[in-house]
């Protein structure tokens, strides 16, 4: 196995822990039914993974897309869950964020690297709520590769539609 797809895998198993419903009972969570995607395309395929609503990952580099949607439940802050995925990561360090318009509402994107079982990598996260739900959109990286794919996560978050 690849450092790449170690990291990949210990990321994802941490994303499932750094949920934003953190105190609400899994029954009163729902995934959104009301959204639209383009997937990634190839190298990216898809994958199952119950952390995440659907993820796709380029295995020849190990870089992931991901969404997580959770309706119901909590209603924290933007920050909030931007540092609940952040807890993902060792030594997490905050690169930047900015506040921008997405999807019709205020969104908050932000860059973050940090270690995952001592591998250095890097997250570009894009939250924001809409209709009771909060939405979590993320790309994850071995900091090497991180820049190789980050049009590809653009151009999927350019087709991500919440309604």
Known sequence: MTVQHVFLLSLLTALASACVSIGVPEDDIEK??????VPPTSPFEEIDND???EAWVNRQNGNLISFRSECGGNDPSLPQIRDSIM????QSELESSS???Y???GALRSRV???VDGIPGQLEILVFKKNRC???ITYNAVSKHFA???PVFNRFLNGFKAK
């Open 51 to 53: 952390a995440v609503d």
């Open 113 to 115: 690297k940090g270690f």
């Open 87 to 90: 807890l993902s990561l060792d």
């Open 99 to 101: 506040n921008l318009e």
């Open 134 to 136: 909060t939405y979590m």
């Open 148 to 150: 190789e794919d980050l």
């Open 103 to 105: 999807n019709g509402r």
């Open 32 to 37: 959104s039914d009301t959204i639209s995607w």
